[in-house]
């Protein structure tokens, strides 16, 4: 309250600006949801009083055993994700995430396996529509959503993340229905693995459903194999009982089609609330139709144009290392918005007649080139774009320096010393340039795509200034550029090794050479006249056609 007070004052006198900056802000006590042990602790009790509460649903077993054997199960699958997945670990929110997802999955197969039982209960006791109540129990256990989780996790997480629950909620769904079920367990697995390996790179949203199709024939395979369909055939054979055959096909198929839209339909839920963007979102966010985009195009033509070709050098990059390349381009393509401020300032949307930092002293150019990154959060934060946006537009400068500028500066600073021992101004009354400055604010890269596209976006930039393009002088930019990146220590910070950045640089390579190619140079037909046509002697034989590189 009294900083609110402070503020007026200073706005009244001119000494604040009464507009504050959008910033996102991080509380503590989310910091603590996020990484406090107490939080993780809770995440596991809850699930493991969920799992019991499954478990003593049925008393026809001895339930107390079954409990043992899943927190058995349990304590491995902890093992399993702190060992392998040690970032899904750290985060509690991933945590909750990958076994929420998977309690949800077991509470909807024990609905179903109860209701399947259910049916038989009440045709059975030697009445005569005991056969009925057979099949109704074979369709109800034929609609399980064996790849609910497998699918959930694969899509938002990755393979490895589709893997783990595949295998883990068909340990505990075998345990959750009666007691170890052999049969469960093997069509759990074997279609939790086939959802898995369809969805290795999902991209659209078709892809969900033909990853549900191929489970549903998985699931209708199975139990032709293990005797869910079979029994019916052979009746069948006699030519009574197509019908039931038909309908528990359809219902095996139907059940991975049912469970692939549920996933679908269920993933922006999850987006959202775990702020996790997958390969879907990025290809939505991909349209180039977005205000700000738009607003490039007409007030920054040069910086759209710039961050088209950042775009191209970052997704083939990030595909050269197995990266996300759909992230790479969408990031690509926002990482300079804030140059929307003043476009004018930067080199590539300057007029040929008039250079506005030459009017400015070099730590005002600094501060104005510098200031790019803050107004695109701003910006980024107006529109409500995502956080990954937002994070490589913090990060794309590192805290790397304003070279050209810096150097400027000590020009000055020197010719100012020179011209002081003729004047005789005193040595601490020039100015002193501090590198600090010139430097941008940071963060450095934190991930592996917000590094690829910062190298991207200075190859870039200094690509534009070479006279005669070469395979040589572009092999020696890419090589400057990265061994300048690396012993500043902009590239510390992110999860890229050495190998990664040599495919990396590689990439970059073949990219510019294919972007930046030369052209052979055709004669003028204008200039050429008819009788010089006429007077040239034709060749005794057929002339060599220079190689036409592809536009």
């Known amino acids: 309250m009294l900083?609110?007070?402070?503020?007026?004052?200073?706005?009244?006198?001119?000494l604040c600006s009464s507009k504050l900056r959008r910033r996102r802000t991080e509380s503590e006590w989310l910091q603590t949801l996020e990484h406090g042990p107490l939080a993780k602790v809770a995440i596991f009790v809850a699930f493991i009083v969920g799992l019991a509460a499954l478990i003593y649903s049925d008393m026809r077993t001895q339930p107390m055993e079954k409990v043992f054997i899943?927190?058995?199960?349990?304590l491995t699958a902890l093992a399993q994700i702190w060992i392998n997945h040690p970032k899904t670990f750290e985060r509690n929110s991933r945590v909750l995430l990958?076994?929420?997802?998977?309690?949800?999955?077991?509470?909807?197969?024990?609905?179903?396996?109860?209701?399947?039982?259910?049916?038989?209960?009440?045709?059975s006791g030697g009445s005569p529509d005991a056969l009925s109540a057979l099949e109704r129990q074979q369709l109800w256990r034929l609609a399980v959503p064996y790849a609910f989780a497998p699918l959930v996790l694969s899509v938002l997480l990755g393979k490895n993340h589709g893997i783990y629950a595949a295998t883990f909620v068909s340990l505990w769904g075998a345990i959750v229905y009666r007691g170890i079920d052999p049969i469960f367990l093997v069509m759990s697995l074997i279609c939790g693995f086939i959802a898995v390996f369809i969805t290795l790179d999902v991209r659209r949203r078709s892809r969900l459903v033909r990853a549900g199709l191929f489970v549903g024939l998985s699931t209708w395979i199975l139990a032709l194999i293990f005797g869910l369909i079979g029994p019916i055939i052979w009746e069948s054979i006699g030519g009574t009982h197509w019908q039931i055959l038909g309908l528990q096909s359809l219902v095996a198929v139907g059940s991975g089609i049912i469970t692939a839209f549920m996933v679908s339909g269920a993933l922006p839920l999850f987006e959202s609330t775990f702020r996790i963007t997958t390969n879907i979102s990025w290809l939505e966010q991909a349209d180039l139709n977005h205000p700000l985009l738009k607003r490039l195009v007409i007030e920054a033509p040069g910086t759209y144009h710039h961050s088209l070709v950042v775009a191209n050098l970052a997704e083939?990059?990030?595909?050269?290392?197995?990266?996300s390349a759909?992230?790479?381009?969408?990031?690509?393509?926002?990482?300079?918005?804030?140059?929307?401020?003043?476009?004018?300032?930067?080199?590539?949307?300057?007029r040929r007649d008039r250079n506005p930092h030459d009017e400015l002293a070099p730590t005002m150019s600094a501060l104005i080139i510098i200031a790019h990154v803050k107004e695109g959060v701003d910006l980024a934060l107006k529109h409500g774009l995502n956080q990954e946006i937002i994070d490589v537009i913090q990060q794309h400068h590192g805290t790397s320096l304003v070279f050209f500028f810096y150097k400027r500066a000590l020009q000055q600073q020197e010719d100012a010393r020179a011209g002081g021992k003729i004047m005789n101004i005193r040595e601490e009354d020039i100015p002193e340039v501090r590198?600090?400055?010139?430097?941008?604010?940071?963060?450095r890269?934190?991930?592996r795509e917000a590094a690829i596209i910062s190298l991207a976006d200075c190859i870039e930039s200094a690509s534009r200034s070479l006279d005669r393009v070469t395979p040589q002088k572009i092999d020696q930019l890419v090589s400057d550029i990265i061994e300048k990146r690396l012993l500043d220590g902009q590239l510390k910070e992110c999860d890229l090794t050495m190998r990664e950045l040599e495919e990396v640089a590689e990439s970059f390579r073949r990219t510019l050479q294919s972007m930046m190619h030369s052209r052979v140079a055709y004669p003028d037909?204008?200039?050429?006249s008819r009788s010089d046509r006429r007077d040239t002697p034709m060749p005794t034989s057929r002339p060599t056609v220079p190689p036409v590189s592809a536009a």
């Open 525 to 528: 037909s204008r200039t050429e």
């Open 435 to 443: 590198e600090e400055s010139f430097r941008y604010s940071g963060p």
């Open 3 to 14: 900083g609110f007070f402070e503020r007026q004052r200073l706005v009244k006198k001119g």
């Open 445 to 447: 890269p934190q991930t």
């Open 326 to 350: 759909s992230m790479c381009r969408v990031c690509s393509y926002f990482h300079d918005i804030g140059k929307l401020v003043k476009p004018e300032y930067f080199t590539e949307n300057m």
């Open 316 to 323: 083939a990059a990030a595909e050269a290392i197995g990266a």
């Open 70 to 74: 899943a927190v058995l199960i349990f």
């Open 98 to 123: 990958v076994f929420g997802v998977m309690l949800l999955h077991l509470v909807i197969v024990k609905m179903i396996l109860v209701t399947a039982d259910n049916q038989l209960l009440r045709g």
